[in-house]
T-cell receptor, first 113, second 115 residues
Framework: KAGVTQTPRYLIKTRGQQVTLSCSPI?????VSWYQQTPGQGLQFLFE???????NKGNFPGRFSGRQFSNSRSEMNVSTLELGDSALYLC????????????FGPGTRLTVL | GENVEQHPSTLSVQEGDSAVIKCTYS??????FPWYKQELGKRPQLIID?????GEKKDQRIAVTLNKTAKHFSLHITETQPEDSAVYFC??????????????FGTGTRLKVLA
């Protein structure tokens, strides 16, 4: 099976802009979680989607949002970008809602200038 | 809030020696504890995991131990090799049905295996 894929891999934006990142889970996986990875804060949970519904959410401002489509692909949107949003954004998929094991994608490196 | 403390932040060992990384979690409802290895520029990869109903799990040179009472879990790598050099993350999660499910990651340990 193909692994988790994310597009784009690299992105450069300026403050105030918005960005949309995409994640395609492993075939058959229905749960997608998003994480922000920075050198200072490590890996922080953003939110999780299952069956097109946000099931759990971390402690991030409302500028961070997401959605999941019927084919389990997920998008994450960040509006009004700030310099501090520069990070590696990782998504991870798992088979089902009660399955804990997560498999990560390669990430999208976002740089905000 | 819940957190996972991970120590040490960096660890250097000679090739062939053992490496131990320790994590402490605060949420007593946590029941799943995975370990991830992240090589430079690559995605985190699951290397081993343990559930709260098990005290120890081994997979070749890698083992994880869990002490629920003390809320500690540790990663043990024996006979280290240069390719073990990477950043290792521990994580803890509570059951999804608990209403506030999320993975909480430790801050990572940079392991260097010296040839």
């Amino acid at each position: 099976k193909a692994g988790v894929t994310q597009t784009p891999r690299y992105l450069i934006k300026t403050r105030g802009q918005q960005v949309t990142l995409s994640c395609s889970p492993i075939s058959g996986h229905r749960s997608v979680s998003w994480y922000q990875q920075t050198p200072g804060q490590g890996l922080q949970f953003l939110f999780e989607y299952f069956s097109e519904t946000q099931r759990n959410k971390g402690n991030f401002p409302g500028r961070f949002s997401g959605r999941q489509f019927s084919n389990s692909r997920s998008e994450m949107n960040v509006s009004t970008l700030e310099l501090g949003d520069s990070a590696l954004y990782l998504c991870a998929s798992s088979f089902g809602y009660h399955t804990d094991t997560q498999y990560f994608g390669p990430g999208t490196r976002l740089t905000v200038l | 809030g819940e957190n996972v403390e991970q120590h040490p932040s960096t660890l250097s060992v000679q090739e062939g020696d053992s490496a131990v990384i320790k994590c402490t979690y605060s949420d007593s409802a946590s029941n799943y504890f995975p370990w991830y290895k992240q090589e430079l520029g690559k995605r985190p990869q699951l290397i081993i995991d343990i559930r709260s109903n098990v005290g120890e799990k081994k997979d070749q040179r890698i083992a994880v131990t869990l002490n629920k009472t003390a809320k500690h879990f540790s990663l043990h790598i024996t006979e280290t090799q240069p390719e073990d050099s990477a950043v290792y993350f521990c994580a803890a999660s509570r059951p999804r049905d608990s209403g506030t499910y999320k993975y909480i990651f430790g801050t990572g340990t940079r392991l260097k295996v010296l040839a």
